[in-house]
């Protein structure tokens, strides 16, 4: 239990410090001279950056071990903190988020050391526990970034962060056992930054494939969700950037509830495949109320049940695809689904955008509401099929 609750306080602080960076990483962009154009390119470089290098960083994980890799991910968060801090130009703030997004391998790494130590049966439960951490440092990350965020020192947030993340690597350098002994790597599984792009060759039409499809289909949803929420509630509600940050707060508020309550009771009932289809369905109507909302309870309702909803996929998915996986493929296949959902944040915003301006506001939700459903129904026969 120790090991698991050191990766545990690792992710949660890894995910506070994060989490503190959100409110106040535009406003000192702009600081920088950055608009609103090259504001929104600091989040799709941190998304590519991890999209290539999670694949490539989880098959580290399977040969090298998953200690090694969790210290780096670690080690590469300070860094990127206090480089943001020290930031003189924008070049600098853009060099830090490419680094934090390349180091970014905790989830994953975390959820191949929990498929290493825990049965399968049990791994959905533990992976949502792990997936709580996550919930708790994005309820409490933001506000504490937004308090300590002041003209006088705006990069305050970004060494407070830092110093989270050494102690974070503190812990884990005292506490974290490895989970499994070196391994060779197999023939044919290079260790390039283009890894992402084949991998995702090789797993085409098969259950993981699928799989994978499934995880980029709900993260397009919700990173659309992300990206139009307070343009949403701004335009219908007239809410400040301080009534979405409570609803926020809220939102991982219910994922870790869904995440430490529900989840492993409905996988013990149903099995994880229904759990996904549960989660899914909870996922695409939450959107769908938001999308209808005009009025402050629906509003409320609707982001509570979306919250739920992801809860239950994400730990659910890692879990699946731990069990499609041999001992030797754990780090590359969870990383590929890590991947996967980087790259729908790098399309999920940009698209919702257009949809909001060009469309109308409630229409980014509605939409992500059918293509989370089509996408399920269209790859869920495979999920039967061979790895």
């Not at 602080?13 to 950055?34: C, N």
């Not at 951490?133 to 060494?159: D, K």
């Not at 939102?251 to 009771?265: D, K």
């Not at 879990?319 to 296949?333: F, K, T, V």
Request: proline share 6%; glycine share 10%.
């Amino acid at each position: 239990m120790g090991a698991f609750a050191t990766i545990w306080l690792a992710l949660f602080l890894d995910l506070f410090g994060f989490g503190i960076v959100i409110p106040v990483l535009p406003f000192y962009a702009t600081q920088h001279g950055a608009s609103p154009t090259v504001v929104a390119l600091l989040a799709t470089t941190f998304s590519f950056a991890q999209f290539v290098m999670s694949p490539v960083l989880g098959r580290m994980s399977d040969v090298h071990g998953r200690r090694p890799i969790m210290l780096f991910s670690i080690a590469g968060s300070c860094m990127s903190m206090l480089v943001l801090g020290f930031a003189a130009t924008l070049w600098m703030v853009f060099l830090a988020r490419l680094v934090s997004g390349i180091c970014n391998a905790n989830v994953s790494t975390a959820n191949a050391y929990i498929a290493d130590r825990v049965p399968p049966a049990d791994r959905a439960r533990y992976m949502g526990m792990m997936g709580s951490a996550i919930g708790m440092g994005f309820v409490f990350g933001p506000a504490v970034g937004g308090l300590l965020s002041t003209e006088a020192m705006p990069e305050l947030p970004f060494f407070f962060a830092a110093g989270l993340a050494a102690l974070n690597f503190g812990m884990a350098w005292m506490w974290l056992p490895e989970s499994r002994g070196p391994q060779r790597a197999g023939p044919g599984r290079p260790m390039s930054p283009f890894f992402a792009l084949s991998r995702l060759k090789e797993v085409r039409g098969t259950a993981l494939g699928a799989l994978t499809v499934i995880s980029f289909g709900f993260f397009i949803a919700f990173s659309a969700m992300e990206a139009t929420f307070a343009l949403l509630t701004e335009a219908r509600l007239g809410w400040t950037a301080r009534d979405t940050g409570y609803v926020f707060s809220l939102v991982g508020l219910s994922i870790a509830f869904s995440q430490a309550v529900l989840l492993g009771r409905l996988v013990r009932r149903f099995g994880e495949k229904a759990t996904l289809t549960i989660g899914i369905v909870i996922q695409a109507t939450g959107l769908c109320i938001l999308g209808l909302a005009y009025a402050v309870p629906p509003m409320v309702v609707g982001a509570a049940v979306l919250a739920v909803g992801n809860g239950l996929v994400s730990p659910t998915t890692s879990a699946m695809c731990s069990r499609m996986s041999s001992a030797e493929d754990q780090g590359l296949n969870l990383g590929l689904i890590q991947s996967a959902s980087a790259l729908a944040r790098i399309f999920g915003p940009a698209a919702a955008g257009l949809i909001f301006e060009h469309v109308a506001p409630g229409a980014p939700m509605l939409v992500g509401a059918f293509v989370v459903l089509m996408v399920f129904l269209l790859t869920a026969p495979r999920l039967q099929r061979p790895t």
